[in-house]
């Protein structure tokens, strides 16, 4: 048995866990030459930026979300490893092969085929788009970071060992000794299978900064080990991560509005599901079938039997003349809007199982262990219906850009996800309701029927007590590419797109820019970075959760009044893609001001961005064409 002596690299330049789209960095450089790239190796170990406090009671092994099994390393960070590949059938076996934020395994690695090449989008751990062991495995898993493989390193001793006739690195804790194996796995380019016995090479979520092509990878065969990059057409394995979550002592209260039974999930936005679909009388039950927008199931499901065919209704929840749940249940029972539907797959993890011999996904809060079920129920096109036993097919309140398609959720056996279909459509209905307390911060004033807090500042700049577009402080509100004046996930037949705009002059108060100014009026702007920086030196910043959100408290020390920045999540991947929502929700945000950057950096402009594992902020550049929220001002 060969031991070797792990080495410990470091980045000369410290990835923060903040959103790294918010910092300038580099343009970036023509690809490598060479599949594979090492760091240069360095002996300082990794410092971890917070320590978990873990329960006496916590386990050291267990299973999350039906089978995937974690091993905990006693990690500085709580975070927990998985015990073999993603998709890997034992602890040798090496899993499949992903093309670096990929969503499927493929035949071919190729740079034609890639999906993320070339595209600046940020770390993809949790993100949705690209991230396919948090889209499968469901909340807490993800891919792990760099500096994620880097603690793993640094607190544990790593050793080339043999296990059941298979080669790889053994990791074993440091801390508690528990360990884990990662096996050799070679890697894929084009329809080659190459150093399968040879070398261990693992994706992290963590692209390299100065080149869009490559991605940091995780390296090791019988005589080195370390960190560096590789193209991210390459087909590499994955090894997923669980991030250590305590459970909150939420109730799971169960109650009935207007005789139909709800449950509280404990999500951030106190939205609480229905038990049974419209028309059911128990959870299994599928409920009867409707196009969008109608009151009442037919026979024939098309576009010339639409009543709203290329009609923009926007969102219909709760509009009793388009909404069935709130026509049918009344009360305060409605359809849920897409960002809810996205909300409930982030929080609760899904198993595929039976209930009453009908299939359909459980789906379980992370956060209070609630359940509702969601059977399976099919879709009726013309005068079909489709799968009525294989796949579960759910109505969002939402219209897409496209007139004539609508928001919804499918699964089947394999997998859920949000998507659209046609307008004429057969769908299934889960209705919802709203309930919860929310944030009441002060309120120093109003201005056109938007409240404002005095911070006692300096400048006398006045700051909102919500984001643009959210009801409450504690929401996230709209997300918008900078100088756009309509949300991100809008389309517009004329968008004002700033990507690579050579302005240099603040866009505060302009309305071909400013949306703030534009939805709330002339009184109303985005911040500016001076405004921002104001805010940053006068008032204290304290990490906390209000109302189940993640965010800021920014208290002044003039004069104690305060405001709540939550922690909104950003858009980080394509402008415009027709089904993304934000992603990292509760774990990174980044707000706009209205300062671009220098001419050097014509392409970005300043934001406030922050994360919940260090409990920083960055007030730096970010990309224009990311989604971020705004805090709007006034004076």
Known sequence: MKRIIVAIVVLLLALSATDISAQRRPKSKSAPKQP????????EPFQPTKVVERSADDP????????????????????????????ASSPTDAGDYYGWGDSTPRVEYSREVSKSLGKDIGDISNNLAYDDVRKVLGRGWRIPTLDDFRELVTFCNSEYVEINGCYGMQFTSRVNGQ???????????????MDAQVEGLYWTSTPHYEDNTDAHVYRFNSTLSGFGWAQRHLGLCLRPVMDYVKTEKIPATR????????????????????????????????????????LASKTTYSAATSKYNDQRLGDISGNAKYDVATAKWGGLWRMPTAEEFHELLIYCDWVYEKLDGRWGVKLTSS????????????????????????????????????????????YGAALGEMSSNAIHAGLAIRPVISKGSHVESPVSGITNDHEWVDLGLPSATKWATCNLGAEWPERPGSH??????????????????????HIYEGIAGDVRYDAATVAWGSEWQMPTREQFQELLDNCTWEWTRMCRSNGYKVTSKINGNWIFLPCGGTYSGTPYYEYEFAGDIDRYSAYWTSTPASKEYGDESYSLSFNYLDSGFYL????????YSIRPVTK
Not at 180 to 188: A, E, N, Q, V
Not at 273 to 290: F, H, M, R, T
Not at 620 to 627: E, F, K, L, P
């Open 179 to 193: 360990s884990i194996f990662l096996p050799l796995t070679g890697y894929k380019e084009n329809w080659n299978f």
């Open 620 to 627: 730096g550049c970010g990309y224009r064409t990311r989604g």
């Open 255 to 294: 109650a009935k509005e207007n005789g139909h039974e709800w449950i509280d999930l404990g999500l951030p936005s106190g939205t609480c599901w229905a038990l049974c679909n419209v028309d059911a009388v128990k959870p299994s039950q599928a409920g009867k079938l409707y196009a969008w927008g109608e």
């Open 60 to 87: 050291l092994t267990g299973k999350h979300n039906y089978y995937y099994e974690w091993v905990d390393l006693g990690l500085p960070s709580g975070l927990r490893w998985a015990a073999c590949n993603y998709r």
């Open 36 to 43: 594979f790239a090492m760091l240069e190796q360095q002996p």
């Open 367 to 410: 956060i209070n262990g609630a359940t509702i079920f969601l059977p399976t129920t099919g879709y009726k096109w013309d005068n079909e219906i489709f799968n009525p036993n294989g796949c579960g097919n759910y109505w969002t309140s939402t219209q897409c850009r496209d007139n004539n398609s609508v928001h919804c959720y499918n």
């Open 480 to 501: 918008y590419a900078w100088g756009e004046i309509y949300p991100i996930n809008i389309k517009m037949k004329n968008r004002n797109s700033m990507e690579r705009v």
